[in-house]
């Protein structure tokens, strides 16, 4: 028979155990209502991540891996900023690489607000690094900070979206790594895994999770907005429409 000892320690683990599911079910309920006026049914978005899923192997996208080289060609890169240093706007977005919202704001609005303001100079990007989904979070960061050390953490990261797996089923692998860094043109594949190893690549995740917490921020994408060396503030939407972001943007640019 346990001793009261045991007994009491036994109830302790299972009390932490339960609390540390309902933190998780909780961060993750408060991405999803970042969805707002999306309108996606709940069978919807299991098709889609199932869908995803089936493509988050070893083998990128070739033809989605090669829009995102294409729409990010000619652009500069240094670090994780993207886009003309005196750029007059910047937005920085709060990211998990694992997020599948990060991944439909990737495909339905950043290249429109690329496009039309990233590539003429008027708007730069920054990218903070989120990694509180899981482990393949946590390996997914600090490969896109091993990009940035490349000056292309933004191809690099438009790639691994494209071919994005279902959250926690441990596909991001070395070799799934391998295959976005191959997808990735220019890119050097030994480097980008030596740098992603590195304590600098963790400081990375860190500061970016400071960063959040700091805005007391909830969920993943968020975004701030603001004058280039001024002030920034949080770019408030409601559904993953261009219009969202390009309002708040040309405010600023009439400025």
């Known amino acids: 028979m346990a001793s009261r000892e045991e ?16 933190a998780a079910a909780a961060q993750r309920r408060r991405r999803l209502t970042q969805l707002g006026g999306i309108v996606l049914g709940a069978a919807a978005i299991v098709a889609i991540l199932i869908a995803v899923s089936s493509g988050g192997g070893s083998k990128p996208q070739t033809s989605s891996a090669q829009s995102a080289s294409t729409l990010l060609t000619g652009i500069p890169q240094k670090g994780l900023t993207l886009g003309n240093a005196k750029a007059p706007v910047t937005i920085v977005e709060f990211n998990d690489m694992q997020c599948p919202i990060c991944r439909d704001y990737q495909s339905a609005v950043f290249p429109e607000l690329v496009q039309r303001y990233v590539r003429t100079g008027k708007v730069r990007m920054e990218m903070r690094l989120q990694s509180f989904i899981g482990p393949d979070s946590v390996t997914a960061g600090r490969a896109v900070a091993g990009a940035a050390k490349q000056n292309l953490a933004w191809t690099f990261a438009e790639a691994f979206y494209a071919n994005q797996g279902q959250e926690n089923s441990g596909y991001v692998t070395p070799d799934f790594v391998k295959s976005i860094a191959t997808a990735t043109p220019g890119l050097n594949h030994s480097k980008l895994v030596t740098d992603a190893s590195s304590p600098a690549a963790a400081q990375t995740l860190t500061e970016g999770k400071s960063a959040f917490a700091a805005r007391s921020l909830t969920g993943t994408p968020s975004f701030l907005i603001g004058r280039t060396g001024g002030q920034l503030s949080v770019l408030n939407w409601s559904a993953l429409k261009a219009s969202q972001f390009t309002g708040p943007i040309n405010s600023l640019l009439a400025e």
């Not at 036994?10 to 932490?16: D, P, S």
């Open 7 to 22: 007994r009491k320690r036994a109830a302790r683990e299972a009390r932490i155990e339960t609390e540390r599911r309902d």
